[in-house]
């Protein structure tokens, strides 16, 4: 991946802006994410590529080996995106129209970028099935999965709870709930063949 | 003083209260979106009970007063659709509150609506729903198969969006339906009471609240468990509805009355017998093959004695 450099030499060409910096941003974000204190920095700078990337990692890793997949009755690739981005742009409407003074893509860049730790537990989930199935093999996931829900709702509403007023903390706050419950379900059903 | 603010609490709206003559019945087309004013009589028995019961508390002559004065906005701007969830945290307690304990004589959309309807209860009670009866049902049905050999689990997620399907039609088109249908009656009969669609809406989906702890509950895989838990719950939900729109459809012919409440009731016991059918199977009776075991060995020991 080469990095795309301003060039003043060029003329009539518009200049991309640089690749590391970008990635830089994310990496930066992910890490607000990990350690949720009270700051801006995922408000004000919002973008949406770290979501997207995490949202992309966590429905290939939601996916089957076997071939028909179908009969398998978990959630197809498809499934997970709509299920990460409907109800993310459900939660940021429903904080809006409570009167919330947080905007659009900044809501959806909070909810996004707090699946990292969802996304994290999917991958210790899969590799602790690697050991094969159990009872301990089970509790271990679920208390890794429970663990990392409780992660997710803290960062979020560590970042969403103020831009509520207070007498409608609650009602904005539970959708949120409710969002990364249903993921951290996805997650903890996950059965490969 | 008593009787201007009974007169406000009737007509919600502060301009008419001192000039209009409390016996009058105002009439007044209802629109689906707008804040309704109801239409009123002579006040009775059970009203001035009613009236009592809000005069109680000081917040609610505050919100009376103030939902007669709610400015509506196009429907084509964010603020229209912001009026929908102008509800605080206790306001919604309340009104869960209200839908778990039917008082008799007390009307849900009266006592806890107001002119106040939210769309946010409705909304989020359903999506919590449909989540609570497929991951039930899921978690039900891995525990009855969980011994068999023969079973492999699957996380069963087309549920999803067939639970999604029913409970959102349910709680959308059965108000749209019962809300013609008052609406068509009315042009028939003069009722005391209507209501705007959005608190039939409202109603349904606040009545709707109980069967999450009841499907939540139907994991127990045992059929009289099951089957108790939808009593209480149709019975619960069913009243809440049944107190809620007898008051409207009263004033009308006794059968045509009847046939209302008991269609409502109707369609709500269809909703969660249909829900327990469909998405939990059924316990099987686990001790069938010891049962036939133990024949075959008192036979034995008969042959062998």
């Known amino acids: ?193 | 003083y008593l009787c201007q603010i009974d007169l406000q609490m009737e007509f919600g709206d502060v301009a008419t209260s001192v000039t209009a003559n409390p016996d009058a019945t105002t009439v007044s087309i209802e629109d689906p979106g707008e804040t309704p004013k109801h239409q009123t009589g002579p006040l009775r028995g059970s009203g001035r009970e009613e009236d009592d019961e809000l005069l109680g508390n000081d917040d609610s002559d505050k919100t009376e007063l103030l939902a007669g004065q709610k400015k509506s906005s196009p429907f084509w701007t964010f603020e229209y659709y912001q009026t929908f969830f102008d509800v605080d945290t206790y306001q919604v307690f309340d009104r869960i509150k209200g839908s778990l304990l039917p008082i008799p004589g007390k009307n849900f959309v009266r006592l806890y609506i107001r002119s106040n309807p939210d769309l946010y209860g409705p909304f989020w009670i359903c999506a919590t729903l449909v989540f609570a009866i497929a991951i039930s049902g899921n978690l039900s049905n891995f525990l009855i198969h969980l011994g068999e050999k023969t079973y492999h689990y699957v996380p069963e997620f087309r549920k999803v969006s067939i639970a999604a399907t029913i409970i959102y039609a349910y709680a959308w088109l059965v108000p749209l339906a019962l809300w013609g249908f008052l609406m068509w009656r009315n042009s028939k009969v003069m009722n005391i009471v209507s209501y705007s669609f959005l608190e039939i809406v409202c109603v349904y989906g606040y009545s709707l609240f109980i069967y999450i702890p009841t499907a939540i509950l139907w994991i127990i895989p045992q059929k009289a468990v099951r089957w108790i838990l939808v009593m209480i719950a149709l019975g619960i939900s069913g009243s809440v509805l049944a107190m809620t729109f007898w008051p409207a459809v009263r004033e009308d012919n006794r059968r045509v009355a009847l046939a209302t409440i008991m269609t409502i009731v109707l369609l709500h016991v269809l909703l969660s017998v249909g829900c327990l059918a469909y998405f939990f199977d059924a316990p099987e009776m686990d001790h069938l093959p010891t049962t036939t075991a133990i024949p075959n060995q008192t036979v034995a020991a008969a042959k062998s004695s």
Not at chain 1, 32 to 39: A, E, F, G, I, Q
Request: aromatic share 12%; glycine share 6%; proline share 7%.
């Open chain 1, 1 to 193: 991946m080469a990095e795309a450099e301003e060039s003043p030499g060029d003329p009539g060409t518009a200049s991309p802006r640089p690749l590391m910096r970008d990635l830089k941003a994310v990496g930066k974000k992910f890490m607000h994410v990990l350690y949720p204190r009270k700051s801006n920095t995922l408000l004000r700078d919002w973008d949406l590529w770290g979501p997207l990337i995490l949202c992309v990692t966590l429905a290939l890793m939601l996916q089957r080996d076997s071939a028909d997949s179908e009969k398998d009755g978990g959630p197809q690739f498809a499934e997970v995106f709509v299920i990460v981005w409907f109800g993310a742009v459900t939660i940021t409407l429903n904080s809006k129209l409570l009167g919330g003074n947080i905007s659009f893509f900044q809501s959806l860049c909070v909810l996004g970028y707090c699946i990292l730790p969802l996304t994290v537990a999917m991958l210790i989930c899969r590799l602790v099935l690697l050991a094969g199935p159990g009872p301990v093999n089970f509790m271990v996931r679920l208390f890794v999965v429970i663990v990392m829900f409780a992660w997710s709702i803290v960062a979020s509403t560590a970042f969403l709870a103020d831009s509520q007023p207070p007498n409608r903390r609650a009602l904005a706050v539970y959708p949120v709930f409710l969002f990364y419950f249903v993921i951290s379900w996805m997650i903890l059903t996950f059965t490969p063949q």
